[in-house]
């Protein structure tokens, strides 16, 4: 029996309500209620992106055109978890005129070509993107002061082939040291290698190399990448820093990744200057791809049984037996010993997640 069972007035009295007589919550903001779809923003104009700098986008828009100017943008809201990288192609929104206060806002990124990316350590799975769309990676190395570092000249190249940029060399301060021997570490490489000293800088040849090509340079701190840099784009103003004599290692000068336009005698370019590193981790590089870094040992490896793992103890590996019959030279088997060391890193992380 309902309670209202036996008083007719009352429910004569209900039967005058229903739910649409509910008042609904007021909207004081009279907005619409909020949706996942996003507008297309079809009249997004690209641009390049050349730097970023505490959270705004500098990005130059109409490149080469007679209307080519640089405006400051910030990322849209959706795009908060999606790493935006110098070297981008950004689709731009909002007032695109470039003039002073102006501010424009990234709506999405184009299909990158190519993504540099590196680690903090081998062990390391987060990966920090340093440029998008290289085609080329300008390694700078010092010949002396502070030493070179033949294995970390290495890890540029594994992840160089792995996103699919050419790799180029660069030996600076040869004026203080031959680097012949450092150099013969990467016999048997299709790598071009320019020297400069001091006082002769292959300025022209160098720039040759980077017409029509966007050059991501990295280095070592101290090596003297912008001052290279620096040379080949006058306007640039990459501040220059020296090696402690102490503990030999250099002092980190540029602290942002930017694009400069490099205007040759044959043509442009773009310069990509990143920061000096001491380590490159190469965490997120498949293992597998690593010996494409060392051609003379993989065409070796071609030989190896399916699915050798070329470590140390690797049975029946053709590496191995290479360098115990006494077909790898001295440079052979160090870039042999650097190619086992990486592996056996890459090795070591995998026991280690399979809890073995």
């Known amino acids: 029996m309902s309670w209202l069972d036996g008083d007719d007035d009352l429910e004569d009295d209900f039967e005058d309500y229903d739910e649409s007589a509910i008042r609904s919550r007021p909207n004081p903001k009279a907005n619409r209620p909020r949706t996942k779809r996003r507008p297309a923003h079809e009249d997004a104009e690209i641009g390049r992106v050349l730097g970023v700098d505490r959270g705004r986008y500098s990005v130059l828009l109409d490149e ?14 959706e795009l908060r978890r999606n790493p935006i990288v110098t070297g981008d192609r950004a689709r731009v929104v909002g007032d695109l005129s470039g003039e002073d206060g102006t501010l424009g806002r990234i709506v999405g990124i184009v299909d990158r070509t190519s993504l540099l990316r590196r680690s903090a350590d081998d062990t390391d799975q987060v ?17 002396a002061d502070p030493e070179p570092r033949e294995r970390l000249v290495d890890r540029y190249l594994v992840a160089a082939l792995d996103a699919g940029i050419r790799p180029l060399l660069v030996v600076t301060k040869t004026d203080l040291a031959d680097p012949a021997h450092f150099l013969s570490h990467f016999d048997g490489l299709d790598l071009t290698v320019f020297t400069s000293a001091q006082d002769v800088m292959p300025i022209d040849e160098i720039g040759s190399a980077l017409v029509g090509h966007s050059t991501v340079f990295v280095g070592h701190s101290g090596v003297g990448k912008s001052t290279l840099v620096n040379a080949l784009v006058p306007t640039a103003g990459r501040a220059t820093g020296h090696v402690n004599q102490v503990t030999g290692r250099g002092r980190h000068t540029s602290s942002s990744t930017v694009s400069l336009r490099y205007q040759g005698p044959t043509g442009n370019g773009w310069v990509i200057d990143t920061p000096g590193v001491r380590s490159f981790g190469l965490g997120h590089v498949k293992p597998e791809n690593i010996l494409a870094a060392f051609t003379e040992l993989a065409e070796i490896a071609e030989n190896c049984p399916r699915g050798c793992t070329h470590l140390a103890d690797a049975p029946d590996c053709a590496l191995i037996e290479a360098a115990e019959r006494g077909e790898l030279s001295e440079t052979g088997l160090a870039r042999l010993d650097s190619l086992q060391r990486l592996l056996q890193t890459f090795a070591d992380k995998a026991e280690q997640a399979t809890g073995r």
């Open 127 to 143: 990966e920090r993107v340093i440029v998008a769309n290289a085609d080329q990676m300008l390694i700078v190395v010092a010949a």
């Open 64 to 77: 080469d055109s007679p209307t080519e100017r640089t405006i400051t943008a910030a990322r849209a809201r």
